[in-house]
Every structure is written in C-alpha cells, then in structure tokens.
C-alpha cells in the first residue's frame, strides 16, 4: 500500500465548481507539500504546511493540515480551466530519529480537468 | 533569480550508452535532491546531496547510478549503460536548508532509452 494516499485519482468538474484533494498517511507528517504539474513539465510549488491545524490560502487555493499532521486537503473556489493539471501532495514522512530530511514521499497525484 | 535549471531537457540514448543529467540549484540553495517519475507512477526519491557530500542515497538503484555535487558546478545524476527501464522524467530539487523552506523542482529532464 501507499505511504501517502491522494484522492481522487482524477477529478472532471465544470468552471466555476469548488473541488477538494485529500492527502492522507498512516504515520505523522513533519511537513506536507503541495505541488502542481502540468503534464510533461516540472513541479510548481502551491504550498508548505508544518504545524497541526496550519491552513494557508493563496489567490482561490486553500490547503489545511488536521491537528494531528496525518492528513492534508487542498481545495479550489470557483475552479477556472487554469487551475486544470496533475496535483501532487509530497511529504516528509520522517525517519528513524525524526525528520527525513528532504527525503519526500510522494502521492500518486490527481488529475483535474477544468470544462469551460 | 533563476529558478533549478535542468539540462538537457531531452535526453535520448541508445542501450548501453551513458546518461548525464545536469542541475543547477536556486542561487543560495546548497541541498540538492534528486527525484525519478517513471511512466504510470509516482515521483520517486532517488538521492539527497550537498556541496562535495552524499547525505543520502537510500532510493538509488544499487548499480549503473551515481550522483554527485561538486564544489564548483552543476550536480550530476550520471546512469551508466542505460536501458530502457531507464527512461523516465528525472527531477532535481533544490532548498536553502533541508525542508524549512521548501523544495523548488526544476522542470526535469526526460530521457528517452531506445
């Protein structure tokens, strides 16, 4: 089984519709990373979230980390075909001692298609 | 600012031929990561690397694959006598200090094995 399970796989909605992605582990997170790619190219970094509980916005993107730093959501208002990409949750599931230090384990994505 | 430049972007070699992946981190990044998405799965760790020092290579395959990040110049993801498991999206990262401030990829280069 995944270390980190992102859902949905992939994800169809019409412009304007809100969407959430869910990133869950089994184990606690030392920080969870979101990215977007679009298809064929690199990683856009969205977001960093550390603390349980943290919740960070930009532009009509909002991703949160539960209190007890094993799940993480990401969602989108107003969703626009812009937005439309593979989303990929990345985490830092520790290690022995802590932190893995750069070692990031990563979701399987999802697939957001935006129709206009 | 320059973002992590990878080179080449593409990259084809025939069976048997060697590979050299090229990154240049962010400007003031000294932590270098580099990462493989093969075809249908995820993005995989492969090895964490500082100026002159391998911090960890737990997700290298044990043979044909070598990294390293000189004191001077780009790191270096070297594959020896690829094949044609090889091809895949290979990704380098870069950060300031490890995971404080995030991890900036660069848009990878994709090596074609044929």
């Known amino acids: ?54 919740e960070k916005s930009h532009e009509k993107i909002t991703a949160k980390l539960d209190e007890k730093k094993q799940q993480s959501s990401l969602h989108i208002t107003a969703s626009q075909p812009s937005h439309a990409g593979i989303y990929l949750c990345g985490a830092d599931i520790g290690g022995a001692g802590g932190t893995s230090y750069g070692k990031l384990t990563f979701g399987q994505g999802t697939i957001l298609t935006v129709h206009p | 600012n320059a973002g992590v430049m990878q080179n080449p972007r593409h990259l084809v070699r025939r069976r048997g031929q060697e590979a050299r992946l090229r990154c240049s981190p962010m400007k003031g990044h000294s932590h270098v990561y580099w990462y493989r998405q093969l075809p249908e799965e995820g993005l995989k760790f492969m090895v964490y690397l500082q100026k002159e020092n391998i911090i960890d290579e737990s997700g290298m395959p044990k043979e044909r694959f070598s990294a390293e990040f000189p004191k001077e110049g780009p790191s270096i993801l070297r594959i020896q006598q690829v094949v044609r498991g090889d091809s895949a999206a290979y990704f380098c990262a870069s950060s300031p200090l490890s995971g404080l401030y995030g991890y900036t990829f660069g848009s990878g280069t994709r090596l074609t094995v044929v």
């Open chain 1, 1 to 54: 089984s995944q270390e980190l399970e992102q859902s949905p796989q992939s994800l169809i909605v019409q412009e304007g519709k809100n969407l959430t992605i869910n990133c869950t582990s089994s184990k606690t997170l030392y920080g969870l990373y979101w990215y977007k790619q679009k298809y064929g190219e690199g990683l856009i970094f969205l977001m960093m979230l550390q603390k349980g509980g943290e």
